[in-house]
């Protein structure tokens, strides 16, 4: 009786733990792993093992700011399963990795401010047992990839990432991602900073770019927007950036 009444508060219970095969991925590409499962000191019930993606989300309130761990992408291993002391069983999985996930790395370097993860879940009777967080690394597209240094090559400078709460018009997430540019070459006197975020598909990458523009003598700085589209798979996108600078700078009457 001893060690069931420690098995229901946490002791003793079953362990789980997700061993991935890939740690590095791009949006549309799957995650790989097992699930292990092994048997504690009683008799345990599971109702289900699942595994989801995870990431930080800035979440704001009225005047108040906080940082939240939000899951995404979930997906379920097992049903219902009795774990027997001494039992090992391992699940292997597949997770898919939505085309809007956020980028952790551009061009093999990691974002600061953006972390995603693996969570693996246990759901007993009495609740459920978060394991441990498996870090992976969220690669750009190659059509990512090629706009971030058409950017570059027009003197824009990196400032940081995050993840904000918030859907955009048809995206499937509860979040998105800006990532955040210093304004270089003959943008720097007429942008502040460029914030740029990506709404992937398969075939096309839906593309907001957001400035904060310079005010003038009789006039404040304020943001302006542009959408636009690019091949998932990549190209040539310098004349394409060009033509939506010059689009957003327009609106401030350049």
Do not use: C
Not at 120 to 134: P, S
Not at 144 to 163: C, H, P, R, T, W
Request: zero cysteines.
């Amino acid at each position: 009786m001893l060690k069931k009444l420690k098995a229901a508060m946490g002791a003793g219970a079953a362990t789980v733990d997700a061993v991935l095969t890939v740690q590095a991925v791009r949006p549309g590409d799957g995650v790989t792993g097992v699930v292990k499962v092994d048997g504690g000191d009683v008799e345990q019930e599971i109702e289900r093992i699942t595994v989801a993606l995870e990431t930080v989300v800035e979440v704001e309130s009225g005047d108040s700011e906080w940082r939240s761990n939000q899951t995404f992408a979930t997906n379920q291993v097992t049903g219902a399963l009795t774990v027997r002391p001494g039992d090992k069983h391992e699940f292997p999985f597949q997770l898919q990795v939505p085309y809007e996930t956020p980028l952790t790395h551009i061009g093999g370097r990691p974002l600061r401010g953006v972390s995603m993860g693996v969570r693996t879940e246990l759901e007993v009777a009495r609740g459920i047992d978060r394991g441990d967080l498996d870090p992976i690394q969220v690669h750009a597209t190659p059509g990512q990839q090629a706009l971030i240094e058409a950017l570059e090559s027009l003197g824009f400078e990196f400032k940081g990432a995050d993840v904000e709460q918030g859907q955009l018009p048809n995206g499937t997430l509860p979040f998105f991602q800006e990532i955040e540019f210093y304004a270089g070459g003959q943008y720097r006197g007429r942008f502040n900073e460029l914030e740029v975020t990506f709404l992937g598909g398969p075939h096309e990458t839906r593309v907001i770019f957001e400035a904060d523009t310079r005010g003038g003598w009789f006039s404040e700085g304020r943001d302006a927007y542009s959408w636009f589209s690019i091949p998932t798979g990549g190209g040539h996108l310098r004349g394409t950036v060009e033509q939506q600078l010059q689009a957003l700078g327009q609106r401030r009457g350049w």
